[in-house]
């Protein structure tokens, strides 16, 4: 059984009316300061946006678009598809901005949008991991960057959503196979994931919101990486920094120069050496062996499979087994890392364990509940530029 789904995000939101990515802005201050220091991780200081031109796609509620539209760009132009979406977009902006005629706010699906302007800033957020094609949709993305202009994308491999795979699965083990509404869903699961979240000292989402996006909002497309996106871009941009920021460049600046520029392999090669640290927020870890990556990133895909295995279908005891197995070969790897890493995964195998000999998955599962990976990634990159054609 396929997934009713044909576009991740849009088809989900439309059907349940629903635009579940709000955030918490009780403390403007600090939601500011969250955005001001993520932007900032990203190289893109508060000076850079003012008085500049801005492209978003996908801006759900607004809530980080008020930040955005606080650095006064001369230009902001937002686009999404889901019509919920766009009506909170508009009245957060229209009740936080006396004057929003730099804004222009578009009802549109990405594949049918087109502009005649290039901008000097593109962000879309938490959009590309889960389209049919995410290649396509960052390649005609990137074409409305202007030369020299940054793009700001969201990634997702693997490894980093591995904690939240593990929860859409523990989801599907305890809503078993009973025909539930959505509101019932969020009822039964409510108590299991309060306490995950509770253990989140930067959650700043509804858990409904996050219940909704995360969990229970089947997965249609494909995961896409930090490094499928710079070679994506390989062409006509260039890496530039990333949050969490795990790229250091020792190399001299008169070096950096022709073909040994070379940003976009160096960051390649610093995310392949830092993958397992994708894997557990609360803990950074020394480099990996290639071998050990290959190995990591090998289970949590299979892992992965499994999860959309069973979104489209029913739970079979065979999978469950094969669940475990996976569980057990990456507590072998963890251990060599992490021991609190490996105690969470092995909690979570000994539920799924007990699960496959009829007995119901836990509602309490005190060492898996802290475990959250670095699940959703930024990075920014520049468009090239023949920098000498500057010269009059």
Not at 34 to 57: D, F, T, W
Not at 120 to 144: A, M, R, Y
Not at 227 to 234: G, K, P, Q, T
């Amino acid at each position: 059984m396929q997934s009713q789904y044909k576009n991740q995000f849009l088809d989900y939101y439309e059907k349940h009316n629903i635009s579940p990515v709000s955030q918490d802005i009780s403390n403007l201050e600090k939601h500011f300061e969250r955005r001001n220091a993520l932007y900032r991780q990203c190289g893109i200081p508060s000076l850079l946006i003012k008085g500049n031109s801005v492209l978003e796609i996908g801006p759900g509620t607004g809530h980080n678009a008020l930040f955005t539209n606080s650095m006064k760009p001369a230009k902001y132009v937002l686009i999404d598809g889901n019509q919920k979406s766009i009506d909170e977009t508009n009245n957060l902006l229209s009740t936080y901005f006396e004057d929003t005629n730099n804004c222009e706010i578009i009802k549109c699906n990405f594949d049918d949008f087109k502009s005649d302007i290039l901008f000097d800033i593109v962000i879309c957020q938490g959009t590309i991991p889960g389209q049919n094609n995410p290649h396509e949709f960052l390649k005609k993305l990137s074409k409305f960057v202007k030369p020299s202009g940054i793009l700001l994308i969201t990634c997702v491999d693997h490894v980093s959503v591995l904690s939240e795979t593990l929860r859409k699965i523990a989801a599907k083990l305890m809503l078993g196979e009973q025909n539930l509404v959505e509101s019932e869903k969020l009822d039964i699961l409510r108590p299991f994931f309060s306490n995950s979240l509770k253990s989140l000292k930067g959650m700043s989402r509804p858990i409904d919101d996050w219940l909704y996006d995360n969990i229970l909002q089947p997965i249609v497309g494909k995961l896409f990486s930090i490094e499928d996106a710079i070679n994506s871009l390989e062409n006509d941009f260039e890496a530039y920094s990333t949050s969490p920021s795990f790229h250091i460049d020792w190399r001299w600046y008169k070096d950096i120069h022709g073909l040994e520029k070379n940003h976009n392999q160096l960051m390649i090669k610093d995310y392949q050496k830092n993958l397992h640290n994708f894997l557990d927020y609360r803990y950074t870890f020394d480099p990996l062996s290639s071998k050990d990556a290959i190995e990591l990133e090998r289970i949590c895909k299979a892992i992965f499979d499994i999860s959309i295995t069973m979104q489209n279908g029913k739970i079979q005891k065979e999978l469950t087994l094969e669940l475990k197995n996976l569980l057990e070969d990456l507590s072998t790897l963890t251990s060599v890392f992490s021991k609190e890493t490996t105690e969470s995964v092995l909690q979570f195998t000994q539920a799924v364990n007990d699960y496959s000999k009829g007995k119901p998955f836990p509602l309490e599962l005190p060492l898996f509940d802290p475990w959250f990976g670095r699940g959703q990634q930024y990075i920014s990159f520049i468009k090239k530029n023949n920098l000498s054609q500057h010269i009059d």
